[in-house]
């Protein structure tokens, strides 16, 4: 039997021991069983802003966008492209931001929805989409976001068309999905991100107070 709360490692211990009263079996029995271990891909993406700052600036827009209406001037031009929902992700009410990116942050979602699908093959969750909550934000926006968001910055990725944020806890199904199931789908998600970080495509933060990973490409 393997059982996952790596995605939550703050409540593990309590579950650790819960499973040791309830099944019976000694601490040293249970550390014997390897599908226990389980890697908290989550915990190992935590990118630090001056990481990627100043390469987020390069590849992206180059340019601080006040508002909405100076976002069209860069679709026409082609530096921008947008984002629709497709098979792969749905878009969330996003009140902070625009759904604008480059189009390498384009296609880089594209490919992320490709693995994340592929990890979801005979598995009973195939076609389920994650959902995007943030992506290109002006300096008009930030200014709003700042005012309550205690991780918002001044100088915030998302103003190059580089960056978006992706929930962990939402997802699409034809069915309503369990929080076990949502947690089981975040964990899927979290593998196919720390893969596209390792082979160095993007950045990525475990965002624990906005319950999003804070995705930055390469």
Not at 74 to 102: A, C, H, K, R
Not at 112 to 127: A, D, I, M, W
Not at 178 to 188: C, I, P, Q, R, S
Request: proline share 1%; net charge positive; hydrophobic share 35%.
């Amino acid at each position: 039997m393997c059982i996952s709360w790596s995605f939550y490692p703050e409540k593990s211990a309590r579950i650790y021991a819960k499973l040791v009263h309830k099944m019976g079996i000694k601490k040293r029995e249970i550390d014997k069983q390897t599908c226990f271990n389980d890697t908290c891909y989550a915990n190992e993406m935590n990118d630090n802003v001056m990481l990627y700052l100043e390469e987020s600036y390069l590849k992206g827009t180059q340019q601080f966008l006040k508002r909405k209406k100076d976002i069209y001037k860069l679709v026409q031009s082609g530096e921008l492209v947008l984002i629709e929902e497709n098979e792969y992700y749905i878009l969330d009410t996003m009140w902070y931001s625009y759904p604008f990116l480059i189009p390498e942050a384009k296609d880089f979602l594209d490919e992320l929805g490709r693995r994340f699908q592929l990890k979801l093959e005979n598995t009973g969750f195939e076609c389920t989409q994650f959902m995007l909550t943030s992506m290109l934000r002006t300096t008009s926006s930030v200014a709003r976001l700042r005012k309550w968001n205690r991780n918002s910055i001044k100088n915030s990725a998302h103003l190059h068309g580089t960056t978006f944020d992706i929930s962990y806890k939402s997802f699409k199904n034809t069915r309503t999905l369990t929080d076990a199931e949502n947690l089981y789908l975040g964990d899927v998600l979290s593998k196919s991100l720390w893969e596209l970080r390792n082979e160095k495509k993007c950045w990525t933060t475990h965002e624990i107070w906005q319950t999003c990973f804070h995705v930055v490409v390469r």
